[in-house]
């Protein structure tokens, strides 16, 4: 029942992650994934603690400590939504949880509830337990949990995972490789999708102020594309009324087209102002090819052990054997489950 809470974001996000993967997303469009969880999954996690102990201990008994329920479930849950929208997926329970701990240690320290419950196999709780451990013993304890913490945060910052991403090995599989495609449309339809592209590139090119810079790239690759739509038009004309929905001529004008977007794209991004009527105007244009061109499925094994999530935990659990320390039957018996690790678990958890 207590992972009800967490268990959107799994082992270190890896749904969400997978699910990025699957639907096409980019590292943007993953963190605006787990941002999307976060406004929903905290409000259940601030019930979880509640729920939990209404049915160990009853609900008479869960008043008596319905101050730290409060502050486990309202901690837990403003942590979550945090991590999960500024951090990204990765971290959102481990930190919820470390969060929870540190709250109700501080609130323990001010508030103790009036009884003590117990299940009915233990002990009644005499008095207040007394513990000898030294701030060492302390910090060794809480190693791996900090450990995790710090390399998956490191692991996260754009710019070390983008260098890291420079080791990555692609294996494309012949023959399966972008042989599958989505989104055809019947040349009926495609003749609507290119007629109001069409439109859509003549209020572009109307929005052009013929004295701005980059005016004379941009009408140009513009009148291109709506050559090459038209050029488009006449295939989806000829081929009205047949079964056929992939011939040569339409994959290679869809590629032109594609090609030609592109360009048009990355000019537009460097030159055309954020926030203006033609930057706008362009935005819904792309959206209109998006809609119009075929999706080549990429068939290939990215190994990218380097910057894959599941090397930062074998780093944190390496880290955390040499500050609590292995003896050397440990090392000796580890030595075959980390020779296995270290190439599987990356390329899984990426």
């Not at 991004?269 to 959206?287: D, F, I, K, T, Y």
Request: with cysteine; charged share 15%; hydrophobic share 50%.
């Amino acid at each position: 029942m207590a992972n009800t809470a967490p268990v959107a974001f799994g082992a270190i996000g890896i749904p969400v992650v997978a699910l990025a993967g699957v639907m096409g997303y980019g590292d943007a469009g993953m963190m605006k994934l787990s941002a999307m969880i976060a406004r929903q999954l905290p409000f259940i996690s601030f019930f979880i603690p509640l729920y939990v102990i209404v049915i160990m201990a009853g609900w008479k008994n869960s008043l008596e400590v319905l101050p730290a329920i409060l502050v486990c479930g309202a901690t837990f849950a403003t942590t979550q939504w945090a991590a999960a929208t500024y951090l990204g997926p990765y971290l959102p329970d481990i930190i919820a949880s470390l969060a929870s701990i540190v709250a109700l240690i501080l609130l323990f320290r001010v508030w103790h509830p009036r009884t003590i419950w117990t299940f009915d196999h233990e002990p009644d709780f005499a008095e207040k337990e007394q513990h000898s451990y030294s701030s060492k013993e302390v910090f060794r304890a809480w190693a791996p949990y900090l450990a995790l913490t710090v390399m998956v945060l490191l692991w996260g910052i754009p710019s070390l995972k983008h260098g890291l991403d420079h080791g990555t090995l692609e294996f494309r599989i012949p023959g399966l490789d972008r042989g599958i495609v989505k989104n055809i449309s019947r040349p009926g339809e495609g003749m609507g999708k290119t007629a109001r592209i069409n439109t859509e590139l003549d209020k572009a090119m109307a929005l052009l102020s013929a004295s701005a810079p980059q005016a004379t790239e941009l009408l140009s690759q513009l009148q291109q594309l709506k050559a090459q739509e038209n050029a488009l038009f006449a295939i989806e004309q000829s081929m009205a009324g047949h079964d056929r929905l992939l011939t040569v001529d339409r994959l290679k004008a869809f590629a032109e087209i594609d090609n030609s977007a592109s360009v048009l794209k990355k000019s537009a991004a460097r030159s055309v102002p954020a926030g203006s009527a033609l930057a706008n105007e362009l935005r819904v244009l792309q959206l209109a090819l998006n809609d119009q061109l075929p999706v080549r499925i990429p068939a290939a094994f990215k190994l990218n052990i380097l910057s894959a999530a599941g090397t930062s935990i074998i780093i944190a659990a390496l880290l955390s054997a040499l500050i609590c320390g292995i003896d050397g039957t440990s090392r000796r018996d580890h030595r075959l489950p980390r020779s296995v690790l270290l190439p599987v678990d990356g390329p899984l958890r990426a």
